[in-house]
């Protein structure tokens, strides 16, 4: 990724942003380790610890987040929901995560329990910030049923395990980044990258298959332009 050299210098900070920007963008395009990222740093000579580069994208994988969230295009009338489990410091925990039709990440919350509490709080925070959809399908888990319609009447539910694919595929980046970090050590870690891994991977992994070459290489230019854009934005 070429981000252009004459970009402010970070305060505070002894690398160049454009530096930072490519670390962060590569440990979550390419789902490598820090090791991996210093790897790739120190092959472009520039010498910087993988605690470095943990905290950078700790930090700045956040902003990046936000700036995906903040620009992008009205989410879909359908959305996808479902709940994953993930062992978190040896706990089974319940990740949730939320996709809308076209197979773009809403949100995901990382909860304790797969019950109508945590059903209806995870609802509340999409409906929140999306408004209430035309159509929303789960699987048959029982906890959906009634947070739907309290929060959400009107809106057409689908209980089909079949109907859900679409939200599937959307686990695998998670079981991939899951197995390569070990393990996770707390849900406050797991909400915080998860959180920015999806909205990250949401403009670096068009749906290749639907796009001929032409399309999918102007998507791929206009991400590459995105994160320019949203590194420039950097602030210390």
């Known amino acids: 990724m070429k981000i252009p050299p004459k970009m ?12 930072i920007a490519y670390a962060v963008w590569v440990y979550h395009r390419f ?9 790739l740093l120190a092959e472009r000579g520039v010498t910087v610890s993988r605690e470095t580069i943990r905290q950078w994208v700790k930090r700045f994988g956040r902003h990046f987040a936000e700036c995906i969230r903040r620009d992008r295009p009205r989410a879909a009338e359908k959305w996808h929901l ?28 990382v909860q304790p329990r797969r019950n109508a509490k945590a059903a209806r709080r995870f609802l509340k925070r999409l409906i ?7 159509v929303m399908i ?39 980044r899951e197995k390569l970090m070990g393990r996770i050590k707390s849900t406050k870690q797991a909400q915080s990258f ?14 290749r298959y639907q796009l001929s070459a032409v399309s999918y290489r102007h998507a791929r230019a206009d991400a590459f332009n995105l ?4 590194a420039a934005e950097m602030r210390a």
């Open 138 to 176: 789960t699987d048959k888990l029982r906890s959906y049923f009634r947070p739907i319609r309290d929060l959400a009447p009107g809106t057409d539910h689908r209980a089909h395990k079949g109907l859900n694919n679409r939200i599937e595929g959307s686990h695998r980046p998670t079981r991939k």
């Open 82 to 109: 479902d709940e994953v489990v993930i062992p978190i410091n040896g706990r089974k925990c319940w990740l949730w995560r939320a996709v809308d039709a076209n197979g773009d990440a809403l949100d995901i919350l």
């Open 227 to 230: 994160w320019n854009d949203y």
């Open 194 to 207: 998860l959180t920015a891994h999806d909205q990250i991977n949401t403009i670096f992994r068009p749906r």
């Open 128 to 134: 929140s910030q999306f408004g209430k959809p035309r």
């Open 31 to 39: 789902a490598l380790s820090t090791a991996d990222v210093e790897y």
């Open 8 to 19: 402010p210098h970070l305060k505070g900070f002894r690398f160049p942003r454009e530096i």
